[in-house]
């Protein structure tokens, strides 16, 4: 059974280019829920902890480097099947190919600054949000 919440950061790219507002409302419209939000900075060390899957790719050091770049926002949505719907709605990875409407057609630089993260399953959801908020901060 598909979970009802989700973890996102609106990337560096995507906050250095005034689009948080935008983004939310897309969030929003889509019928999610934010049951926690917060603008913080990712540290290296922080952002190579988050990424620590990716730790033999070769994108992994551009990744870290671009993640602790500048503010990011963090938030849990809610909303069923919340993992997939929010997937959809973010697009593909690379914005090329996202679809028309997507968060990241409408707002990412490119396959590497891609304007905002989604979690890919319910698991990762649970452990990406514990990552960023305690219990207690999510409502």
Known sequence: MAGNRTFTMIKPDAVQDGHIGA????????GFRIVA??????SPEKAGEFYAVHRERPFYQELVDFMSSGPIVAAVLE?????????????ATDPAKAAPGTIRALYARNVGENAVHGSDSDENAAIESAFHFAVTEMF
Request: charged share 30%; no cysteine.
């Open 79 to 91: 909303k069923s099947n919340a993992v997939e719907d929010f997937r959809t709605l973010i697009g």
């Open 23 to 30: 983004i939310l409302d897309k969030i929003n419209a889509a």
């Open 37 to 42: 939000m917060k603008m913080t900075k990712l």
